[in-house]
């Protein structure tokens, strides 16, 4: 009914890194997380890289605004005849 009352030394098995038991090599637990750091990194690199540049409609359809939101720059699109832009 009553689960038996564990000694401190009993349960310290269970636990990486204590000395005298158990695994110490905690080598591939930093690896796996250098893995995980790198993998956010690139997304989110390659995320912002996605979105470098945002078109904005002008008041016209002749004409478009398009900003650099790396740089900050800002450029003016316009198209030279109406129709299909290449």
């Excluded at 110490?24 to 995320?47: H, R, Y």
């Excluded at 996605?50 to 605004?65: D, K, L, N």
């Amino acid at each position: 009914m009553f689960q038996p009352v564990r000694k401190h030394n009993e349960y310290l098995g269970y636990r990486a890194g204590v000395p005298g038991t158990g695994s110490t090599n905690s080598m591939p637990i930093l690896i796996g997380a250098a893995l995980i750091a790198i993998a956010i990194l690139l997304s989110t690199f390659v995320t912002a890289l996605g979105t470098r540049y945002v078109g904005i409609e002008g008041p016209t359809e002749e004409s478009a605004w398009l900003v650099d939101r790396l740089t900050g720059s800002v450029y003016r699109c316009q198209a030279p005849e109406r129709g299909k832009a290449y």
